[in-house]
């Protein structure tokens, strides 16, 4: 392997900067890297070459006329298969989306070529974006770059593993209820969700349209404040982007965290853990003690409530959110149907694979009228009691922490046939999308097989960059992010 693709974006950007490699070149090697990785690890469902060295063509033309880079310029990355870009195929992993190809550019996939960041291809995901393993790709499984026998998390898990692996410095993922955080987890890198409104969601495949939020992947905490920034902004094309100034998050990296307030959240310090997530969990706790840091134990006392008040709102968002595909307007579509009905039950039954359906048949039942005040309507009053509870939190502590995931990645199949033990995985992450705050999951140690262990920070709405000066003290305080997986 190219060892430059073992750097991180900060430090391939000074290469470049300093003319020690040109941005064709290190777009070429991420190619070779794919090339000889993908068959075995399942990341991409396709590779965007041509618009990639283009990008990569003018990033040099700039630097051999000594011009100013724009942020991240030059450094390859990948993009989850349910945002668009042009001319590229989006699948959203699903066999109803096969071949749409993109008509117009999500409003990131915009930002990025306009800052001439090299998009190598289109990651694998579990279809729709609904899992928790990567497992429920209608084209094939993505497997973790640790351990190939083992799951790289999902939904985003192709896009984790593209750069854990080193195929990608960087990559986007979408996260409803984890699917960046635990990737990252699973992966041994840092994923972030950012507060919802933040990013513009104009361009992404929707899932759950209240709770989506596209955020960063990078082997580093400054990578992922600056790929944030370049994302991030009002657009007046998605109508939940909040308009707010873009901050420059890797300016406050370094501030002085001394007498900072570090919430434990009490109902996940101990339902489920194994034993070495717990002790990782211990070791962060006293990583933030020796940084000056008061750690205080919260109570989120409806947090348990989390999972369920997800999976009602969630489906039943899906089920609105994937109507559309009907075999009518793109996309799959049934051959020979005798009539309209028969089209559009063919279709959908055909296209879309037993995940997506079991969601689109939850939430259309608790949308339905006899039930849409028994479920879906007391999901929402919950949602607020949820919310209420990170409010009041954040009224006695500057962060809160607590695992990523209850485990470390499982294997392959061990969990396809019990959709609730699946769902379970997600209960350390869901609830902050409920409430619509930002975290991140930052590398905290190794299990005894060596697979990673994500700790999980979060911060009040709005404050992404105390979470990333919290984060990057603590990835600082140890080597963990520097470690990566010998594939």
């Given at each position: 392997m190219n060892e430059l693709l073992k750097k991180t974006a900060a430090e391939q950007s000074k290469a470049l900067k300093n003319k020690e490699i040109s941005a064709v070149e290190l777009t070429q090697a991420a190619f070779e890297r794919i090339d000889e990785l993908d068959e075995k690890l399942g990341t991409f469902n396709s590779l965007t070459k041509e618009t990639a060295l283009d990008t990569a063509k003018k990033v040099d033309e700039k630097i051999a006329k000594g011009e100013e880079l724009p942020l991240l310029a030059g450094i390859p990355l990948a993009l989850k298969d349910n945002m668009n870009l042009i001319g590229s195929k989006t699948t959203a992993s699903s066999k109803i989306l096969e071949n749409f190809v993109s008509p117009f550019n999500a409003t990131i996939t915009q930002k990025l070529l306009?800052?001439?960041?090299?998009?190598?291809g289109k990651a694998n995901l579990d279809e729709f974006a609904m899992g928790s393993s990567n497992e429920n790709s209608a084209f094939r499984n993505v497997k973790n770059p640790w351990n190939l026998n083992k799951v790289p998390g999902g939904s985003s898990g192709g896009s984790a593993a593209s750069v854990a692996?080193?195929?990608?410095?960087?990559?986007?993922?979408?996260?409803?209820?984890?699917?960046?955080?635990?990737?990252?987890?699973?992966?041994?890198?840092?994923?972030?969700?950012?507060?919802?409104?933040?990013?513009?969601?104009?361009?992404?495949?929707?899932?759950?349209?209240?709770?989506?939020?596209?955020?960063?992947?990078?082997?580093?905490?400054?990578?992922?404040?600056?790929?944030?920034?370049?994302?991030?902004?009002?657009?007046?094309?998605?109508?939940?982007?909040?308009?707010?100034?873009?901050?420059?998050?890797?300016?406050?990296?370094n501030n002085d965290i001394k007498g900072k307030k570090v919430g434990v959240i009490k109902e996940l310090m101990s339902e489920g853990l194994t034993e070495d997530v717990s002790k990782a969990l211990q070791n962060a706790i006293e990583t933030y003690k020796n940084l000056g840091c008061e750690i205080v134990e919260i109570s989120l006392p409806r947090l348990k409530y989390s999972i369920g008040i997800y999976y009602i709102l969630a489906t039943a968002e899906c089920s609105s959110n994937l109507a559309r595909f009907d075999g009518?307007?793109?996309?799959?579509?049934?051959?020979?149907?005798?009539?309209?009905?028969?089209?559009?039950?063919?279709?959908?039954?055909?296209?879309?694979?037993?995940?997506?359906?079991?969601?689109?048949?939850?939430?259309?039942?608790?949308?339905?009228?006899?039930?849409?005040?028994?479920?879906?309507?007391?999901?929402?009053?919950?949602?607020?009691?949820v919310t209420e509870d990170f409010k009041k939190a954040f009224e006695q502590v500057d962060i809160l922490i607590s695992p990523t995931c209850p485990n470390t990645a499982f294997d392959l199949g061990s969990k396809a046939s019990d959709p609730l033990a699946m769902y379970l995985t997600d209960i350390a992450t869901i609830s902050a999308n409920l409430a619509g705050i930002p975290g991140i999951s930052v590398p905290a140690g190794f299990d005894k097989d060596g697979m990673p262990i994500g700790l999980q920070i979060l911060a009040p709405q709005l404050q992404e960059s105390r979470l990333f000066n919290m984060a990057h003290r603590f990835e600082q305080a140890h080597e963990y992010y520097k470690q990566l997986a010998k594939i």
């Amino acid at each position: 392997m190219n060892e430059l693709l073992k750097k991180t974006a900060a430090e391939q950007s000074k290469a470049l900067k300093n003319k020690e490699i040109s941005a064709v070149e290190l777009t070429q090697a991420a190619f070779e890297r794919i090339d000889e990785l993908d068959e075995k690890l399942g990341t991409f469902n396709s590779l965007t070459k041509e618009t990639a060295l283009d990008t990569a063509k003018k990033v040099d033309e700039k630097i051999a006329k000594g011009e100013e880079l724009p942020l991240l310029a030059g450094i390859p990355l990948a993009l989850k298969d349910n945002m668009n870009l042009i001319g590229s195929k989006t699948t959203a992993s699903s066999k109803i989306l096969e071949n749409f190809v993109s008509p117009f550019n999500a409003t990131i996939t915009q930002k990025l070529l306009d800052n001439l960041v090299p998009i190598v291809g289109k990651a694998n995901l579990d279809e729709f974006a609904m899992g928790s393993s990567n497992e429920n790709s209608a084209f094939r499984n993505v497997k973790n770059p640790w351990n190939l026998n083992k799951v790289p998390g999902g939904s985003s898990g192709g896009s984790a593993a593209s750069v854990a692996a080193c195929e990608a410095t960087l990559a986007l993922g979408s996260d409803t209820g984890g699917s960046i955080r635990l990737p990252a987890s699973f992966c041994g890198i840092v994923g972030m969700k950012p507060t919802y409104g933040r990013v513009s969601r104009y361009g992404l495949i929707a899932f759950a349209s209240s709770l989506d939020q596209i955020g960063p992947f990078a082997r580093s905490v400054e990578d992922a404040a600056n790929l944030l920034e370049v994302i991030s902004g009002h657009d007046p094309k998605d109508s939940t982007s909040l308009n707010l100034p873009v901050e420059h998050y890797a300016s406050s990296l370094n501030n002085d965290i001394k007498g900072k307030k570090v919430g434990v959240i009490k109902e996940l310090m101990s339902e489920g853990l194994t034993e070495d997530v717990s002790k990782a969990l211990q070791n962060a706790i006293e990583t933030y003690k020796n940084l000056g840091c008061e750690i205080v134990e919260i109570s989120l006392p409806r947090l348990k409530y989390s999972i369920g008040i997800y999976y009602i709102l969630a489906t039943a968002e899906c089920s609105s959110n994937l109507a559309r595909f009907d075999g009518v307007r793109y996309g799959y579509r049934t051959p020979d149907a005798k009539n309209l009905m028969e089209l559009y039950t063919r279709t959908r039954a055909e296209g879309f694979g037993p995940e997506v359906k079991r969601r689109i048949m939850l939430g259309t039942y608790a949308l339905s009228s006899g039930y849409y005040d028994a479920y879906y309507k007391k999901a929402q009053q919950m949602r607020a009691l949820v919310t209420e509870d990170f409010k009041k939190a954040f009224e006695q502590v500057d962060i809160l922490i607590s695992p990523t995931c209850p485990n470390t990645a499982f294997d392959l199949g061990s969990k396809a046939s019990d959709p609730l033990a699946m769902y379970l995985t997600d209960i350390a992450t869901i609830s902050a999308n409920l409430a619509g705050i930002p975290g991140i999951s930052v590398p905290a140690g190794f299990d005894k097989d060596g697979m990673p262990i994500g700790l999980q920070i979060l911060a009040p709405q709005l404050q992404e960059s105390r979470l990333f000066n919290m984060a990057h003290r603590f990835e600082q305080a140890h080597e963990y992010y520097k470690q990566l997986a010998k594939i």
